[in-house]
């Protein structure tokens, strides 16, 4: 049975987050370290809640990309701050790692943006290669990082074969098995994913990680 | 007026910035302050507001927040400042009334008020919607320009060239862009109207070099070229090269300000007042003659989502109460050709848009995603509607606006794909077939019995 206290410090850094006073995250996560809490309840019952409640008015559309990344910055000040007290204990379930950016020639950054930080939030390890991303590079960076995942972003018609080389330059360097390609944005469609041979099409953000998620529970099975 | 060359030496030499530091700490503040400030309040209820004084704030807002923000450039990683009385200069001092296309089918682009009694210009057509094939392009876009309410038509975009897929940044789209001029001009004349204008050269291109060559090679001085902004406030060096070019040439830009809802600018509040300060934006940075806005929702790809509407016909009010640059607004829908639905949703923003002081530029269906579904009864019945309503007060459109949610709304979250342009009309006679002529028949009886008087006669059947 927790006391008071420690019940109220708990609230507080929920009641941040869903009040969208992101400032005040890593304060009163120092506040609940000062007062001794464990660093491991502040991170389960405050960050990881407070951050599922965002993400939560996310889906219901009741705030927006800002509040998800303002979110995201706190969540790290907030994890910043109980990183060194965890006794090189990881501090955060990593599920799995994400290479993501938007393809060569094609410099829109918004929807990019969105799937990352909802990634982020749901616990991946996201490596942004930002816009105008050329093939070899997610490749190049996939392999180096040891990345899980592959999301690649396209938002025009003329920017969508790209897609497809991204495929082909897995192909190319012996390294199509090893990734899970994703692939997105506003001119794509299941078709499409389907005719380049991509793992999975995301036509929302939200499915971009309930892709990566049913990809990473079908690996762990098997 | 600040010159191009100025705004240049400014995104060279201004406060360096990181572009996450200008979203997070600069930009979004600054917007959720003034959605405050200035109590801007979303009513779902009212998607067409009638409200004076919110305009005025929203407006008051919008050249607050560029004042406070700047502009983003993307390249030098800087922001580009003005001063209060540059905002002025530029709105006292930008064109007005623009002439776009020549000979007997020169149009005006007016400037218009909330509830004029002017008629607005329609750019009909593709606006950038893929077709898949020369023979799709050429038959669909001559049946955009044989539309009698056409006063200029919008390309399609091509998406191969002789059977090779364009890529972005490529030499096919560099023919591609070409191609795309010369054809929809043949087009015009084949529909017996050339001098039709075209707006948006260069559907096909994205980067610079292709809108260049387009319209270097094909268009007219009278045609409007297209430059797009999708990120709130920001610019880049490829946006202002075509710029400069066209600055040299003389030619009529069309300053497209994209605004997402769900984006940095948050929901519906905060978007028209982005909208608004994207119109200094415009003005100062794009150099552009008319103004372009189109509002995206981070969930509908449609232009006729409840809190787009809301969005575009508020931000529009606001810039037409304060300024005398035409607004031509644009947008996607995203039901097909031949559900019925998308001639609802095309209606109801050239309703509201036209009740809010604006011109309409419609629109590609399917959210412009698949290639040939497109065609030319939804910018023909959107025509229609924004034909009738004009003169009309903001609360009567409001009303039929909502009665045309009712019809699509609870459709958009699963917005049926339809039939392509080959499919739901004949491609030698440019008449539609049985069924697209039955939904055509049947929104038009369903506009007449939710109050709308129709000022035309069916075109079609």
Known sequence: ?222 | MLSNLEIYRRAATGEICSEKDYDLKRFVPAVRSLVRKYGVEYDPETPVPSDDNLADRVWEAGRELILQVGVYCVDTERIIRFEPIELDQAIAQAPREVVVGFGQFARRIPVRRPESSIAPFFSLGACGGPVSSDEVFMSLTQAYAELPYADAVASPAMTHVDGLQIVAGSPLEIEGCIRTVLMTREATRRAHRFGLGIANTVATGVRSQGHIAGNAVAAHPCDLMEVGHTADLKTDFDGMSKIAYMQRQGRTILGGTGVVIGGYAGGPAGAAISLCAYHFFAILVQRASIVHPYVSHFRFQTAANRDVIWTTSLAIQASTRHSNVPILQSGVYSAGPATGISLYEEAAMAASCVAAGGSVEVGPTASATRSDYLSPMEPLFAAEVGRSVVGMSRKDVNVLVRKMLDQYEPRLEAPPLGLRYQECFDMESRQPRAETLEHYRTARAALREMGLEFRDPPYYG
């Not at chain 1, 509040?67 to 907030?78: D, R, V």
């Not at chain 1, 199509?176 to 794509?188: K, N, P, S």
């Not at chain 1, 994913?193 to 309930?210: E, H, L, M, N, S």
Request: charged share 25%.
């Open chain 1, 1 to 222: 049975m927790r006391d008071r206290q420690t019940h109220e410090l708990l609230a507080n850094v929920v009641a941040a987050f869903v009040g969208a006073e992101f400032d005040q995250v890593p304060e009163l996560v120092q506040r609940g370290l000062t007062a001794g809490l464990e660093p491991q309840v502040l991170l389960d019952d405050g960050l990881v809640a407070g951050i599922r409640e965002v993400g939560e008015q996310f889906r219901r559309g009741q705030v927006y990309l800002p509040e998800m990344m303002l979110a995201a910055e706190a969540w790290q000040a907030g994890i910043d701050l109980l990183e060194p007290l965890m006794a090189g204990r990881p501090v955060q379930q990593v599920k799995g790692k994400v290479v993501i950016g938007t393809v060569k020639g094609d410099i829109h950054s918004l929807g990019k943006n969105i799937v990352t930080t909802l990634l982020k939030t749901a616990g991946y390890d996201v490596v942004d290669l930002g816009v105008d991303v050329p093939a070899s590079r997610f490749v190049a960076k996939a392999v180096e990082t040891r990345a899980e995942i592959i999301a690649v972003c396209a938002l025009m018609t003329t920017t969508m074969p790209q897609q497809k080389e991204v495929i082909e330059h897995l192909l190319a360097a012996n390294k199509r098995e090893d990734f899970y390609v994703m692939v997105g944005g506003a001119c794509t469609t299941q078709e499409w994913a389907a005719q380049i041979k991509a793992d999975g099409y995301g036509a929302t953000a939200a499915d971009a990680v309930a892709l990566a998620d049913g990809y990473l529970n079908r690996l762990k099975r098997s």
